[in-house]
């Protein structure tokens, strides 16, 4: 079956980066582009990026450019979301998820105090 | 890319139907049949109900349809189970590889 499996809660210090993995297994990795999602306490969701896996193309959403690296190891059909610089806003859940949004990590929560 | 309109709130009696609109423009909802709508549980991860504006996934009951007139596409939730009480979202592709969600309806069932 198709899974997305996400790196842990982290908790960062503003001005810090973070990198969250999510292990996907169960379809034709580069056949399914990836969503990168985030949701702060209490509000709605909010796109971020997409990955397509074909050829490691990205795009991000404009209040994100300069902030946002997305990337994948093809060899173990892993994709990563690194966020730099990062402020008190930024505390949120942070989801993958497949094209067509049929298929959700399980979200990692990420603080910054 | 500012966050699609939707209503904040929508509620029905057990058996009645609610409608959610989700407007955007001619560069995202408008312009493209790529509107999908996802329910949230409190505290669960998005489930996406209908995509490509009308169609629903395999499990999804025919009370969850969408569709869409112009720039304001909708969802409507008909025969409202208890179950059904939730946050939807609306999501549209909005050109350029880029996309961009709605702010979210909360419905609450009577």
């Known amino acids: 079956q198709v899974l997305l499996v996400q790196s842990g809660a982290e908790v960062k210090e503003p001005g810090a980066s973070v990198k969250i993995s999510c292990s996907t297994s169960?379809?034709?990795?580069?056949?399914?582009?990836i969503h990168w999602v985030r949701q702060a306490p209490g509000q709605g969701l909010e796109w971020m990026a997409i990955?397509?896996?074909?050829?490691?193309?990205?795009s991000s959403a404009q209040s994100f450019q300069g902030r946002v690296t997305i990337s994948m190891d093809t060899s173990t059909t892993t994709v990563y979301m690194e966020l730099n610089s990062l402020r008190f806003e930024d505390t949120a859940i942070y989801y993958c998820?497949?094209?067509?949004?049929?298929?959700w990590g399980q979200g990692t929560l990420v603080t910054v105090p | 890319q500012s966050a699609l309109t939707q209503p904040p709130s929508a509620s029905g009696s057990p058996g009645q139907s609610v409608t959610i609109s989700c407007t955007g423009t001619?560069?995202?909802?408008?312009?493209?049949?790529?509107v999908s709508w996802c329910q949230q549980h409190p505290g669960k991860a998005p489930k996406v109900i209908i995509y490509?504006?009308?169609k629903r996934p395999s499990g999804v009951p025919d009370r969850f349809s969408g569709s869409k007139s112009g720039n304001t596409a909708s969802l409507t939730v008909s025969g409202l189970q208890a179950d059904d009480e939730a946050d939807y979202y609306c999501?549209?592709?909005?050109?350029?590889?880029?996309?961009?969600f709605g702010s979210g309806t909360k419905v609450t069932v009577l």
């Open positions: 998820a497949l094209a067509g949004l049929d298929y």
């Open positions: 169960g379809y034709t990795f580069k056949n399914y582009y």
């Open positions: 990955l397509n896996p074909s050829g490691g193309d990205t």
């Open positions: 001619g560069s995202d909802v408008g312009g493209y049949n790529s």
């Open positions: 490509q504006v009308t």
């Open positions: 999501f549209s592709y909005a050109g350029k590889n880029n996309y961009v």
